[in-house]
């Protein structure tokens, strides 16, 4: 995110879990672990740069949804899920391997 600048960053602990909260300009939010591997980027509005992206997921998305752009991102201890402009959230494998429409 070469373009934004550092609004705030914060440590956060929460149930003995430590992470790091990054505030960019853009309404961007990067969410990093323990390790300062970066586990959650969250651009609300505006599309993720493809380079944040793995490939995966990114082939995914202009197959089946050519008309939209992800939004969010994240990683979980057993899954990616990514968060469509339209509001549609797609889980897959680590591997990036499709999972599912997640419902919520």
Do not use: M
Not at 40 to 59: R, T
């Amino acid at each position: 995110f070469p373009n934004n600048s550092i609004l705030k960053a914060e440590k956060e602990i929460e149930n003995n879990i430590v992470t790091f909260e990054v505030e960019l300009s853009g309404d961007i939010d990067l969410e990093f672990n323990s390790n300062c591997k970066i586990i959650d980027i969250d651009a609300e509005k505006s599309a993720l740069p493809n380079s944040v992206i793995p490939q995966d997921l990114l082939n995914y998305v202009s197959l089946n949804y050519p008309n939209n752009f992800i939004t969010d991102w994240e990683l979980e201890l057993n899954h990616q899920e990514i968060e469509l402009n339209n509001g549609i959230n797609l889980e897959f494998q680590k591997d990036g391997i499709f999972i599912r429409v997640d419902p919520d």
